[in-house]
């Protein structure tokens, strides 16, 4: 079965810190990868997605992902962090064709201003 | 346009009892996917229905169960509670193809004692 991990289970940063969280997943396949983020008392919605082409995929509020194909990763980067980071990040990875995202544990992000 | 609701959103029960919970999709959204997220644990899908039919499952017991109605609306339903089903539960619409992105509610809280 499908498994996603995400090494970073805590992170903790200071305003204008760079920031890389860690995603890595199992299937050998065509794969669909997401990063998810979980503000405190908000919904979960997507930061961003790869599905083809660009292996470097630009999101939201300035994160970015990079797909090693060959390191079966998707690490979530931003340069600066900003206090308002503070928030749960979930990598999600999808065998190509199917419905359904496994997700990862969740990364932890606190940002101290 | 409005986005996935769930009710309740608080929920306390003793452990034997019985719960259901909603999820009303955006409208248009045909796919109602089900989430339990636990610290620690991340999201761990427990099924996904399409158009009034479960399509996938993922590993839960029998006493974790769901519907869809024909306006796309779907309950889940967990009998015999046990203290480890405390968890926020996640209520996910898509239009329902595999590219498609799903949209997260705001969760409902589900506290057993």
């Known amino acids: 079965a499908q498994s996603v991990s995400q090494h970073n289970h805590h992170v903790i940063l200071s305003e204008a810190a760079s920031l890389e969280l860690g995603c890595n997943y199992s299937?050998?396949?065509?794969?669909?990868l997401f990063w998810y983020v979980q503000y405190p008392g908000q919904h979960l919605q997507l930061l961003l997605k790869?599905?083809?082409?660009?292996?470097l995929v630009k999101g939201i509020k300035g994160f970015e992902a990079e797909f090693i194909k060959s390191k079966f990763s998707f690490n979530l980067r931003k340069p600066s962090v900003q206090w308002s980071d503070t928030a749960e990040y979930f990598c999600?990875?999808?065998?190509?064709?199917?419905?359904?995202?496994?997700f990862g544990r969740g990364t932890s992000l606190i940002v101290h201003p | 346009k409005a986005g996935v609701t769930q009710t309740p959103r608080y929920l306390i029960k003793t452990r034997g009892q019985q719960v259901t919970l909603s999820c009303s999709p955006i409208?248009?959204?045909?796919?109602v996917s089900w989430y339990q997220q636990t610290p620690g644990q991340g999201l761990q899908f427990l099924f996904e229905?399409?158009?009034?039919?479960?399509?996938n499952k993922g590993n839960f017991p029998g006493r974790f169960s769901g519907r869809q109605f024909s306006n796309s609306r779907s309950e889940m339903n967990v009998s015999t509670l046990e203290l480890g089903d405390s968890a926020l539960y996640l209520c996910?619409?898509?239009?329902?193809?595999?590219?498609?992105?799903?949209?997260f509610g705001p969760g409902t809280r589900l506290t057993v004692l």
């Open positions: 409208s248009g959204h045909r796919s």
């Open positions: 790869y599905f083809s082409g660009d292996p």
């Open positions: 229905y399409f158009s009034e039919t479960q399509r």
């Open positions: 996910a619409s898509s239009l329902g193809g595999p590219y498609n992105e799903q949209f």
């Open positions: 299937y050998g396949g065509t794969v669909n």
């Open positions: 999600a990875v999808k065998e190509g064709g199917s419905y359904i995202p496994t």
